[in-house]
């Protein structure tokens, strides 16, 4: 199988081979639509962190797209691609919707806000 590149939060692509990236997160899954990502930043407000300890920001899922309107904000990604995020990128393992083997990594650098 071929795996692909996808990016979320930054960054710019003339050709794969060309994509820059800097420091931030990369993930991948072997199962389709185990993940999520947020086409979204979350930001320091009033010189206040809104991110919690070890990434957390559950506290902010309320404010991120839910309903049908807003799914294009919310990316449920393919399998088989490395895609690269920003740590301020909102993102998720999804619970599977059957028993099967699957494969998932997320690798944080070591340069994250």
């Not at 930043?41 to 899922?61: T, W």
């Amino acid at each position: 199988q071929r795996w692909v590149y996808g990016m979320f939060g930054g960054g710019h692509m003339r050709h794969y081979r060309d994509l820059i990236r800097k420091d931030g997160i990369y993930m991948a899954s072997t199962v389709s639509k185990t993940c999520v990502a947020y086409k979204c930043m979350i930001q320091s407000f009033n010189e206040k962190e809104a991110i919690g300890h070890l990434g957390d920001i559950e506290h902010l899922r309320s404010y991120l797209p839910q309903n049908q309107k807003e799914t294009h904000q919310k990316v449920l990604l393919p399998s088989h691609t490395l895609y690269w995020m920003t740590d301020r990128t909102p993102h998720e393992a999804l619970p599977m919707p059957q028993t099967q083997y699957r494969q998932f990594f997320r690798l944080v650098t070591h340069k994250v806000s």
